[in-house]
């Protein structure tokens, strides 16, 4: 004879299936929210951090286009384009002193520039992020004197 086992099966409880809730879900989303906020204003900061001395470097490089232009032509231009194109009273032009897109600053902003000067031969001024004199910061100007 044989015996025949029976074999009795136990009820388990449903499997759960595998994944995220939606709560575990907005909590990571809220989570790359913030963590993101953050890095793109420290990035944002960087940034004009970098233009203003990149302004303040491009002044300079300007500033010794001017006297470039002032040593071949005996006075300072008239005006900053007389830098890029021939002016009519410029007998021994040597330019262009720069091209075009020196003339504006990492903002895009034109730099200041007066002839003759109130703090020397010539004033060249880099107005800052705002582009407009005055201002504190990253707005505030810098002039070849200083």
């Given at each position: 004879?044989?015996?025949?086992?029976?074999?009795?099966?136990?009820?388990?409880?449903?499997?759960?299936?595998?994944?995220?809730?939606?709560?575990?879900?907005?909590?990571?989303?809220?989570?790359?929210?913030?963590?993101?906020?953050?890095?793109?204003?420290?990035?944002?900061?960087?940034?004009?951090?970098?233009?203003f001395g990149a302004g303040k470097a491009q002044l300079t490089t300007l500033s010794q286009a001017v006297d470039s232009y002032a040593l071949d032509n005996g006075s300072p231009p008239a005006q900053l384009t007389d830098l890029v194109a021939k002016p009519a009273n410029a007998t021994n032009w040597q330019g262009p002193y720069v091209k075009p897109t020196q003339l504006k600053d990492p903002w895009g902003h034109d730099f200041g520039y007066k002839y003759p000067g109130e703090h020397g031969n010539y004033d060249l001024i880099f107005y800052g992020r705002d582009g407009k004199p005055g201002g504190e910061g990253y707005d505030a100007d810098v002039g070849n004197w200083q």
């Open positions: 004879m044989q015996y025949r086992t029976i074999r009795i099966r136990q009820l388990r409880p449903p499997r759960r299936s595998a994944g995220f809730t939606l709560l575990e879900m907005l909590a990571v989303i809220v989570l790359i929210g913030i963590v993101g906020a953050i890095v793109v204003r420290q990035v944002g900061s960087s940034v004009d951090k970098g233009k």
